[in-house]
């Protein structure tokens, strides 16, 4: 079993940066996929990126956001630049053996999530 907590969201301006972090505990989690996920008021929860040897990013965050991990620390995070008020949402950190990397099925642990509020 795999715990994640998810920390350092919060209230930024547009243009502004955050970085959140994803702790593992229960099991090492060097093998597995991280992932982050992101879901808006009123919308579904969507892929954000995903990093195995490297990162794979969806397009609304690519070149603004770096997803990277120490696995000595058993812990992922999510430098976020660039921030825009559509970036605000509830994040997700997700680990699994995923093949898929923007299907939370592939997933099997999930975080509680932390809010990211951007504001214009």
């Known amino acids: 079993q795999v715990q994640l907590v998810e920390s350092g969201g919060g209230l930024v301006q547009a243009g502004g940066s955050l970085r959140l972090s994803c702790a593992a505990s229960?099991?090492?989690?060097?093998?597995?996929?991280m992932a982050w996920f992101r879901q808006a008021p009123g919308k579904e929860r969507e892929f954000v990126g995903a990093?195995?040897?490297?990162?794979v990013y969806a397009d609304s965050v690519k070149g603004r956001f770096t997803i990277s991990r120490d696995n000595a620390k058993n812990t992922a995070y999510l430098q976020m630049n660039s921030l825009k008020p559509e970036d605000t949402a509830v994040y997700y950190c997700?680990?699994?053996?995923?093949?898929?990397?923007?299907?939370?099925?592939?997933?099997?642990?999930w975080g509680q999530g932390t809010q990211v509020t951007v504001s214009s």
């Open positions: 997700a680990v699994g053996q995923a093949t898929r990397f923007g299907v939370e099925a592939s997933y099997n642990y």
């Open positions: 990093f195995r040897w490297s990162g």
């Open positions: 229960g099991r090492s989690i060097t093998s597995y996929v």
